[in-house]
C-alpha cells in the first residue's frame, strides 16, 4: 500500500512538472559520492522517459534524479535495460552513435546559446562539448568538441536489471564558459535544459524526461528546453 502511494505521488509530481515545463533540483543534506550506488542520494527520481519527439511510453523505463550543493550539480539516472550495448571507450568518444547512453543539456541563461551537453554510457565512458550555435540566426551549427568541463566525474554501474550513472558538474566548470551566461544558483534559480536516453537495444529509442511538441528529429531544439528549478 505504501509503495503505491509513493509511486502515485511521483506520478503526480512528474506531471506537474511536464505541464508546467518545471524539473525540480533539490540541494543535497548530505554529501553525495559519484560511484554509481544511490544510498546515498534522497531526492526523488522523476520519470519515465518518454519518446522525445511524441510523448510516448518507451520500451524500456528510464528516471533521473537531480541535485546540488554549493559547489556542484549532481545527477542520477536509473535505467532498465535487457540488451545493453557500448563498451568502455576514450574520454570524448563520439559514443552517441554507438553506445546506450544518458544525456544531459544545460543551457544556464536560457538563451539557445553556448549550452552545454554530457554524456555517458553504461561503462562510465563520457564527452561532453559545448554547443555555440544550432541556428541559423546566430550563425548555423557551431560545437566545440575540445571543450572540457573541468573536474566533471561519472560513474555506471550495470546491474541486473539495466544500469545506473552518476554525474557531477562542478558550478566552477561553468562559470569559465565565454557567454555562457552562468551565475551560481540559489534556491529559486531557473535554468533551461533537458534529461535524455538513446537506448540502442532490440529497438533504437531517443528518449526525454521532457518531451518536445516539434515532429524533427534531435534533442536540440533549446526553445522547448524544460526549465529547472533549484529549491531547498
Not at 518531451?211 to 524533427?216: D, I, Q, T
Request: hydrophobic share 35%; aromatic share 14%.
Amino acid at each position: 500500500m505504501r509503495y503505491n502511494v509513493v509511486v502515485s505521488f511521483l506520478v503526480v509530481l512528474f506531471s506537474t512538472g511536464l505541464n508546467s515545463q518545471n524539473i525540480p533540483v533539490y540541494k543535497a543534506k548530505k554529501q553525495i559520492t559519484v560511484d554509481g550506488n544511490l544510498s546515498d542520494w534522497e531526492t526523488p527520481f522523476l520519470g519515465p522517459f518518454v519518446i522525445h519527439n511524441s510523448g510516448q511510453k518507451a520500451t524500456q523505463d528510464t528516471f533521473v534524479s537531480l541535485s546540488w550543493n554549493e559547489e556542484n550539480l549532481y545527477i542520477a539516472y536509473k535505467c532498465t535495460d535487457s540488451n545493453i550495448i557500448g563498451k568502455s571507450q576514450p574520454k570524448d568518444s563520439q559514443i552517441f552513435y554507438t553506445d546506450d547512453l544518458v544525456e544531459i543539456f544545460l543551457d544556464p541563461d536560457g538563451d539557445g546559446q553556448n549550452y552545454i551537453e554530457i554524456g555517458v554510457n553504461a561503462f562510465s565512458t563520457n564527452y561532453d562539448l559545448l554547443l555555440k550555435c544550432i541556428s541559423p540566426e546566430c550563425g548555423g551549427w557551431r560545437t566545440a568538441m575540445d571543450f572540457d568541463i573541468k573536474g566533471i566525474e561519472t560513474v555506471s554501474k550495470i546491474n541486473s536489471g539495466g544500469y545506473i550513472v552518476e554525474v557531477k558538474i562542478p558550478f566552477s566548470s561553468l562559470e569559465k564558459i565565454e557567454n555562457g551566461g552562468f551565475q551560481q544558483p540559489r534556491i529559486g534559480t531557473k535554468w533551461k535544459g533537458n534529461t535524455f536516453r538513446i537506448d540502442y537495444g532490440n529497438t533504437t529509442e531517443y528518449l526525454a524526461l521532457q518531451p518536445y511538441k516539434s515532429l524533427k528529429f534531435g534533442f536540440h531544439q533549446p526553445k522547448e528546453f524544460a526549465v529547472f528549478e533549484f529549491f531547498e
